[in-house]
């Protein structure tokens, strides 16, 4: 075997080696791509269940703003910040269906009941408030469904 035959098998060994790499790189993103999913889909889950928990704590208030009573100043805040909290899980939402961490199955359904939401009272008023503090893409889509584009 001269210089040349070596040379020439040096550089299929590094071939392969390189092939293999991307292989093995290839399986440990899919890998983590799964971890991610799986975390965002928890940290949503996590969000929800604090929403969820913040609601029923508060049953009686909430069906108060909805009852169309007179509110108090204290009433008026709480529902300021219920939105606020709203705003705030449908952003999360919004990002993880943009980065494509929630199926379109999960997403369709949500976007109905945020617009359904979004027809509450002093909804508009909050978004107007603080609308602009979200992220441009989140505004644009906000504004979109609330026909301000």
Do not use: C
């Not at 392969?16 to 928890?42: D, E």
């Not at 990002?95 to 009272?121: I, K």
């Amino acid at each position: 075997m001269n210089l040349n035959d070596l040379a020439n098998l040096g550089q299929i060994i590094g071939a392969l080696g390189v092939m293999i790499t991307l292989v093995y790189l290839a399986i440990q993103i899919r890998g983590n791509t799964k971890v991610a999913s799986a975390q965002a889909r928890h940290a949503i889950s996590e969000f929800v269940l604090r929403i969820s928990i913040f609601r029923a704590e508060h049953a009686d208030r909430l069906a108060k703003l909805e009852s169309g009573t007179e509110l108090t100043d204290g009433d008026r805040q709480f529902r300021y910040w219920s939105h606020v909290q709203f705003l705030l899980h449908a952003e999360t939402y919004f990002h993880h269906h943009e980065l494509g961490l929630m199926p379109d199955a999960h997403w369709r359904p949500y976007v109905r009941y945020m617009t359904t939401y979004m027809q509450s009272s002093g909804f508009k008023e909050v978004w107007d408030d603080i609308g602009p503090s979200f992220s441009e893409d989140f505004a644009r889509w906000v504004n979109g469904l609330l026909g301000l584009t």
